[in-house]
Structure formats: C-alpha cells, structure tokens
C-alpha cells in the first residue's frame, strides 16, 4: 500500500505516456496522492485534461505559470514528494537529467529536487541502445537515480527490442519498494548474482550453470525491506527484480568495475558465480578448425571480487557477505574460504549434482561467520532470501 504518499509524477513526450494515465489510476487505489508535471512532448500524447482529471489534481505544465510560482514554486514543488517519478522517461528527458539542464518545468524540478528519483524510460531499440543513452543511464546510476524497465518486446514504431516502458504494475512495485518502511530503509546494498561469460572468440564463451534465481530474490527480499539495492548481474536466466538499479555485466573484469563504481554500500552481498578464469587474449576473430590440432587456449586468472571488496581499506562495506558453491565438505571448504576472502561471512550451498541446487528452485545453505555455523533447513530460494534479508536488517541495525 502506499496510504499517505505523495509521488511526483512527471509524464514525458512518448507514445508509453498512455501507460502512465494508468499508472496514476493505479498510484490513486493504492492511497497515494500524485501531483503530476507534463512535458510540452507530453502532451502531444495524453491531455492535460486527462492526467489531471485521473489525478484528482492541477496538472503543472510550465516553468513560467505565475500562477503556480504564486501557489507553489517550483523549487518547493519538486520537494512536495516522497518520490519522483518519470514515466515515461525519454531519451531526451535522461539526457537533460544526466547533464543538469533546466531549461523547462520538468528538467528544472529534477535538478532541484532533493527527493529519490524512480525513472521508467522508453524509447527506440536504436536510441535505448545508442551510447549516448547507455552513458547518460551510468551517470544516473552513479547518481543515485533508480530505474526500472525498460522491457523487450514490440515497439509502437514496429522494432523490436528494450526500449517498451516497463508496464504500470511493474512501476508501482518499484515505487512501493522504494518507499518501503522497513528495516532497510535508507540503506543501500550492493547484490551481485548470475554468472559470467568469459569469451573464447566472439561466438563462444565460458560459462558456467548459475540461473541467477538466488541472486535475484536475495535482491527482492532485501528491496522489501527498504533497502536502495544496486544489482549487479551476470547473464542470467531469470529476470530481474522490479525496483532495484540494474546493471547488467558480461565478465568478471566487467563486474568489478560495475561493483567498484557502486561503492559504498552499506552492505555487499556476492552471490554471483563468477568465473575464476578467463581466456588469456580472447581472439576477435572466430577461431578456425586447423589441421595443426586443437586450438591452444592459455588462461588468465580472474579478479577475485569478493576477496577486493572484503580487503578494502576505504570504502569496505560494513558487511561483505560471500557465497561458496561446494561439491563436498561443505562447512570445512566454506570455513576455509571464508578466512581466506575476508568476508565477515560466507552463505554456503551444497551444489553436488545430487543436491539439485544450480538451475533448481530449493537450496540448503550453512551460514559461516564469526560465531560458527549455522546449518538452515532446506527451504525455497525465496525463502532463504528472506531468511538472510532479515539476518542483514538485524545485522546492520548493531
Ligand atoms: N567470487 C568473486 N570473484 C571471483 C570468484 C568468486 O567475487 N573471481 C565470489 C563469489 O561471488 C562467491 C565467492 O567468491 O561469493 C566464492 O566463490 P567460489 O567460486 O565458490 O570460490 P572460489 O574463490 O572460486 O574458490 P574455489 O575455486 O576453491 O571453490
């Protein structure tokens, strides 16, 4: 429920804005008041006339209405919310955010706002996928601004692709996560999960069985909770979580640098099964069959993400929880992997083929820290997620 909050709504100019009159009818049911801002694109595509009448409130339009300045400021009518949110955010609208122009209503609100911001883009497979819009979405990640969407699937233009803004169900969840009162609130965890690739050439890859499911209810449980969740993930099979920043990695270099740029943290928990080995100088030629025999692949070490995080000296998260994927001895191999990472504990998994775990949806897991271990029953993934977002609430109030 969102009885009692107030979002800021801010609907751009693209075809999704239909979406967002639903958004505010959604918003409405669930008990929070929502002022909303339309942009001159905007209103190409839904009437002020709608918005407002769906909002039960003045729709504000424009930087210079003496009037609003008279009722309200913008600088006061950007701090009015418990969030802001843009939906749709264009590629134009990120662009503005990424660079601080405040050249209308809506940019000049979200320059000023002291408020989280909840962005939805949508846009084109090509303009989602330019590099100018895959800069302007770091930069708002490193800014704080949290997203969901976009969605694969048909475009209104007749592509297909990301780039659908994310359905209005799946913005409320995000919403509701965000503002979510609970023992997580205001602080901010860092989740990785999934595997990597690590090319071979650039057709094949080294990979390994992690679905990512662990990882992404880990991420679940804790936004539940309140918790500002960066998720940094692998390619996996399962999607993400709604309402949590998303930063999608291919390798394991890749996903230190998407760790690194996520600190600080309040919490880090390392779920992913990340590849100890890359292909040392990964060909970007696809590798031919030759009479000469195999192809001779000479391997590098990976960097060891946890081990970095755990030994930091500035910026070392107050708690670093690793993971350990066994095959046998579970406790003794964990126990010795937990001394040698540094981490102040490790969450460990039987993944014997036997155990069912990889690619399964149950997992039995022994929690390793100071104080021993501690063996959990064998339980859904969801539910080990729970267990262990509750265990970090508890653990981060001390
Ligand atoms: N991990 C990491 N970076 C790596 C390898 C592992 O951050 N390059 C993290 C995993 O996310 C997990 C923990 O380290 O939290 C344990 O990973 P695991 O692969 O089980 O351990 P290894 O260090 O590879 O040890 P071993 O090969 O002996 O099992």
């Known amino acids: 429920m969102l009885t009692g909050k107030h979002i800021l709504l801010i609907v751009g100019g693209g075809i999704a804005a239909f979406k967002s009159l639903d958004l505010i009818r959604r918003l409405r049911e669930r008990g929070a008041t929502v002022t909303p801002v339309l942009t001159k694109a905007g209103e190409a595509f839904v009437t002020p006339l709608s918005v407002s009448a769906l909002a039960g409130r003045k729709v504000y339009r424009d930087l210079f209405d003496l009037t609003d300045e008279a009722e309200m400021g913008h600088i006061q009518l950007s701090r009015v919310a418990d969030l802001v949110v843009v939906a749709p955010a264009t590629a134009d609208l990120m662009a503005k955010m990424a660079s601080g122009l405040a050249n209308d209503l809506a940019s000049t ?21 330019h590099p100018a819009t895959q800069r302007n979405l770091v930069a708002l990640q490193e800014d704080g601004v949290a997203r969901v969407g976009p969605n694969d699937g048909d475009m209104a233009c007749g592509e297909f692709g990301p780039g659908r803004m994310a359905e209005p169900l799946e913005i409320v969840a995000a919403i509701e996560a965000k503002l979510a009162d609970g023992p997580l609130a205001g602080k901010r965890v860092l989740v990785t999960s999934g595997p ?35 998720f940094v993930t692998g390619p996996a099979d399962v999607p993400p979580p709604e309402g949590v920043s998303i930063v999608k990695v291919q390798t394991a270099e890749e996903m230190l640098n998407a760790v690194t740029a996520a600190l600080p943290v309040d919490a880090g928990v390392f779920a992913a099964a ?29 960097p060891d993400i946890l081990k970095n995080v755990s030994n930091l000296r500035k910026n070392r998260p107050e708690l670093v929880i690793g993971f350990a994927a066994e095959t046998n001895d579970v406790v003794e191999n964990a126990t010795a992997k937990w ?19 990889m690619g399964g949806s149950d997992n039995t897991v022994v929690v390793i820290d100071a104080s021993g271990a501690e063996t959990w029953p064998t339980m859904p993934k969801e539910q080990v997620a729970r267990r262990l977002a509750d265990r970090i609430a508890q653990a981060l109030k001390n």
């Open 109 to 129: 609100l979200l320059l000023a706002t002291d408020t989280p911001v909840l962005i939805a883009p949508a846009m084109n497979v090509r303009m989602w996928q």
């Open 196 to 230: 990597t690739h690590e090319p071979i050439d650039p057709v094949r890859y080294i990979a390994n069985r992690s679905s990512g499911a662990q990882g992404t209810a880990i991420a679940r449980a804790l936004s539940a909770l309140g918790a500002d969740v960066v």
């Open 274 to 302: 990340v590849a100890d080995w890359r292909v040392a100088g990964a060909s970007d030629r696809k590798l031919k069959k030759s009479k000469d025999g195999l192809p001779d692949l000479a391997f590098a070490e990976n």
């Open 339 to 357: 001394k040698r990472k540094g981490c102040d504990w490790i969450v460990a998994n039987d993944v014997s083929a036997a155990s069912g775990v």
